[in-house]
């Protein structure tokens, strides 16, 4: 199955105080799929904590115990596209029909529907279809449900029925024991006290924990160099400075329009329909706070305007934040996209 990678699997899911109640309330679920109250599971926690991980583990837990199940595992994004290409092509049956046979659907990163309306409203057709069949629900997000700004209320009172399990930062002593797992598993050496200091000094997620010993493993092989303390130090300091990046204003606006689902050069068009007019003012906005541009080189950027164009959108963004929630989750979803590149 091209949908599931074999390699995240239970075994292969450290546990730790960080995951515990997630990693067996996903267990419970792949043992009796849409048999338990935790429908849908919801699992959600910042980047690169496991999300992705452990719901297709119990995906593959399912595919391997129950074979006969239909398990499906999607991101929210391909989900999206799929159902553009199915409106473009007029095949939305087909689509209807190919989503409400599956057994357990396991939808990725579900905080990316904020702002995409009408995919979020065919996504809640699908979920209670499934819901009321009593098929399983697995779903993924960076937010627990009550903090997901940007999306239906409708939809978010269903996330809330089943189980909600965050995944927290591994503490160090889970953080050794992921880094040992994936050292044994690629056959590899590595001195404790430079796993010790690896785990000590990457602690904001996994990911990074990882990309930072493959570094490592990858710089040693190239200078035929076996790694000790010392070196690892001196690579370390490497990894962590590459890993801050200048923001441009061409990033803004294409992480704005992805967000709001709108044509990149409407932007900077003359258009004044409310949707562009938008995301043009928080892609301004963005371009104030996260770059070190002019007022006047951002309304040049933006569409040949003057700056006192941006001043204005800066002070509406600005009073929206204030007084709109939606809105103001909007903007924190985008700005944190943005750093998170
Ligand atoms: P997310 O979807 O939350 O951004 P991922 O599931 O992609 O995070 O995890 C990022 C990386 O960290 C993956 O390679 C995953 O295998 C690894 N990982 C995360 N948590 C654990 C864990 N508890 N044990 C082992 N590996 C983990
Ligand atoms: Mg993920």
């Known amino acids: 199955d091209p949908q599931l990678n074999q390699n995240y699997t239970f075994d292969s899911f450290i546990e730790g105080d960080c995951n515990r109640l997630a990693r067996s309330a996903g267990y419970a679920v792949a043992a009796k799929p849409g048999g338990t ?3 849908p599971l919801m699992i959600y926690g910042g980047v690169g904590l496991g999300k992705t991980h452990l719901a297709q583990a119990i995906g593959n837990e399912i595919k391997r115990t129950l074979p006969d199940k239909l398990v499906l595992y999607v991101s929210c994004e391909k989900f ?6 199915a409106l473009k092509h007029n095949n939305i049956n087909d689509f209807v029909n190919f989503y409400q046979a599956i057994d357990v659907l396991i939808m990725d990163d579900v905080h990316n529907f904020a702002g995409k309306e009408k ?19 697995i779903i993924t997000s960076d937010k627990a449900p009550k903090d997901l700004a940007g999306l239906e209320e409708r939809l978010l009172s269903r996330f809330k029925w089943g189980l909600s399990a965050d995944l927290q930062i591994p503490d160090l002593e889970t953080r050794m024991a ?31 924990l990882e990309g930072a010993m493959v570094s490592l493993l990858a710089q040693s092989t190239l200078n035929r160099k076996e790694i000790d303390l010392n070196l690892a130090k001196q690579m370390l300091k490497n990894f962590i400075k590459n890993s801050t990046k200048e923001i441009s204003m061409e990033y803004i606006q294409s992480l704005v329009c992805e967000y709001f689902e709108v044509p990149i050069e409407m932007v900077k068009s003359q258009t004044r329909k409310r949707e562009i007019v ?18 006047k080189s951002i309304g040049s950027f933006f569409g040949g305007r003057d700056h006192s164009t941006v001043i204005y959108a800066c002070q509406t963004v600005e009073d929206l934040i204030d007084t709109d929630k939606k809105f103001k989750g909007y903007v924190a979803d985008i700005q ?3 750093k998170m590149s």
């Open 278 to 295: 938008q995301a043009r003012q928080i892609s301004m906005y963005l371009a104030k706070a996260h770059t070190k541009s002019s007022l």
């Open 80 to 85: 999206t596209q799929q159902f553009v290409d």
């Open 178 to 208: 992921i880094l040992k797992t994936k050292i044994y598993q690629d056959g590899i050496d590595l001195p404790n006290e430079v796993i010790e200091y690896v785990a000590h000094n990457i602690d904001n997620n996994v990911r990074e």
């Open 37 to 39: 109250s935790f429908n």
């Open 119 to 137: 995919t979020q409203d065919f996504f809640f057709h699908i979920f209670n279809h499934l819901h009321q069949s009593g098929r399983q629900l």
């Open 336 to 338: 944190k996209k943005l």
